[in-house]
C-alpha cells in the first residue's frame, strides 16, 4: 500500500506533486535493465499501469503515477527523485522509458529531460487539453509549464533511441504523427505508425506483440507489427487531414462530408470511416452514414490484425450504426443490428440501452 507523505523514495507519495511512486526489484538471476513505466489515466491506488503486464518480466520496474488532472506536469522534481533512487537500488546498465496515452507523455518528456534511456511512448499528446483529447477529460488547454515536446524532439541530442508510436485510427495520434513526420529529425527519434486506434498498446497486447517486445526490449517493434500487417501506410498529409476533420468535429463544427470523403481512405482506415459517418449524421445524411459504418465494420472484421483492436473501440461503429439507422427510418435495420451487437458485446450498456429504444420504437 501506498503510505501518504512518506519519505521512501522508492516506495510511498511525493505529497507536493502527487506522484506516486513503487519500486520492484529484478529477481534474482534477472536483468540488468531498469524499466521506468508511467500510469495511464484512470488507474485507482493502490493500482499502477501496466503493473501486472511487467510482473512477468525479469526487469527491476519503477511505477510512477499522478493525477490525471497534472498529466505528470509539475512531477518532474518527484520523478527525477525515485529514478535516481531506484538507480542507485538496481545499478542497472540500461534504463527504459515506458507509457502509453497519458504515461507516453510522462515517459517520452522524462527520457527527453534526463537523456539517460531509450523510450517507448504509445500515443502521446502533444498540445494537452484540447477538445477531443484524452488529456482534455482531465485539465484544460494552454495551461502554463507544458513543454514544446516537438521542438525537444527535433534538437534532442540523446544517445538513445526514442520510439513514439501512433494510432492512426484516432484523428488525436494522427495530429502528432503528422507534426513530427513534416520535421527533420535526429536519428535516435523513430517514428511508428500503426492501422490501430490510440489504444494502439492494448491492441499490441493482444496481438502478444507487447509481451515479446518487453521480454527483454531486443526485439524491434516495427519488425514485429509489420509482421501482423499492422504498419500504416499513410503518409502525413492525409494524418494532417483526418486530424483536422475530427477537431472540428470535436469544437461543433464538423466538415463538410463530401470534401471529406476526398481527403480520407475509408476503404483503408476504419477511423477515417467512423469520422465520416459521424459528420454524415452530422448532416442529416443518416443512411449515408449507416452504409459508411457497415463498410467499417466489415473492415475491422476482415483486414489483417484488426480485428485484434480493443473492444471499447470496436463497440463505437455499432452503437454509431444502430443510431444511423434509427435515425434514416430503417427499424427493422436498427433492430438487427442491435440485437447483433448484443451478441458480440452482451456486457455493453450503452449498447443494451439502445437495443431497448430500438425495440420500444419496433413494438
Not at 531506484?86 to 507509457?99: D, F, K, M, N
Not at 500487417?229 to 476533420?245: H, K, M, N, R, V
Not at 480520407?264 to 476504419?270: G, I, Q, S, T
Amino acid at each position: 500500500m501506498v503510505t501518504t507523505g512518506t519519505h521512501d523514495p522508492l516506495d510511498g507519495l511525493d505529497p507536493q506533486s502527487g506522484l506516486r511512486r513503487r519500486f520492484r526489484a529484478a529477481p534474482s538471476g534477472g536483468s540488468d535493465t531498469l524499466v521506468v513505466v508511467q500510469s495511464q489515466a484512470r488507474v485507482v491506488p493502490p493500482r499502477f499501469g501496466l503493473e501486472r503486464l511487467f510482473a512477468t518480466t525479469r526487469h527491476a520496474c519503477l511505477f510512477l503515477d499522478c493525477p490525471d488532472s497534472a498529466w505528470y506536469l509539475g512531477c518532474e522534481a518527484a520523478t527525477d527523485a525515485a529514478i535516481d533512487a531506484a538507480l542507485a537500488v538496481a545499478a542497472p546498465s540500461r534504463i527504459i522509458h515506458y507509457g502509453a496515452s497519458k504515461g507516453a507523455y510522462g515517459a517520452l518528456a522524462t527520457a527527453l529531460r534526463r537523456r539517460d534511456g531509450a523510450a517507448y511512448a504509445f500515443g502521446p499528446e502533444f498540445e494537452l487539453g484540447l477538445p477531443g483529447t484524452h488529456s482534455g477529460l482531465y485539465r484544460a488547454p494552454g495551461q502554463p509549464g507544458e513543454p514544446d515536446l516537438v521542438r525537444a524532439l527535433a534538437e534532442t541530442r540523446t544517445p538513445h533511441p526514442l520510439t513514439l508510436v501512433f494510432g492512426l485510427h484516432d484523428p488525436v495520434d494522427a495530429a502528432g504523427f503528422a507534426r513530427l513526420a513534416r520535421i527533420p529529425r535526429p536519428p535516435a527519434v523513430r517514428l511508428l505508425a500503426l492501422r490501430s486506434p490510440h489504444a494502439s498498446h492494448d491492441h499490441l497486447y493482444t496481438l502478444n506483440i507487447v509481451r515479446k517486445l518487453i521480454a527483454r526490449f531486443d526485439r524491434d517493434l516495427a519488425g514485429l507489427c509489420d509482421e501482423r500487417g499492422l504498419i500504416s501506410p499513410e503518409g502525413a498529409g492525409t494524418a494532417d487531414a483526418f486530424a483536422t476533420a475530427g477537431h472540428r468535429l470535436a469544437t461543433g463544427d464538423p466538415p463538410d462530408p463530401d470534401a471529406l470523403a476526398r481527403d480520407l481512405v475509408p476503404a483503408l482506415n476504419p477511423g477515417h470511416g467512423l469520422l465520416l459517418a459521424e459528420c454524415l449524421l452530422a448532416a442529416g445524411r443518416a443512411a449515408e452514414a449507416a452504409g459508411v459504418l457497415r463498410e467499417a465494420i466489415t473492415l475491422t472484421e476482415s483486414a489483417k490484425g484488426l480485428a485484434a483492436q480493443p473492444k471499447r473501440w470496436r463497440k463505437q461503429f455499432w452503437r454509431e450504426l444502430i443510431l444511423a439507422l434509427a435515425r434514416a427510418g430503417d427499424a427493422s435495420g436498427a433492430g438487427e443490428t442491435a440485437r447483433e451487437a448484443l451478441a458480440r458485446f452482451p456486457n455493453d450498456a450503452d449498447i443494451a440501452t439502445l437495443a431497448d429504444r430500438v425495440a420500444g420504437r419496433d413494438a
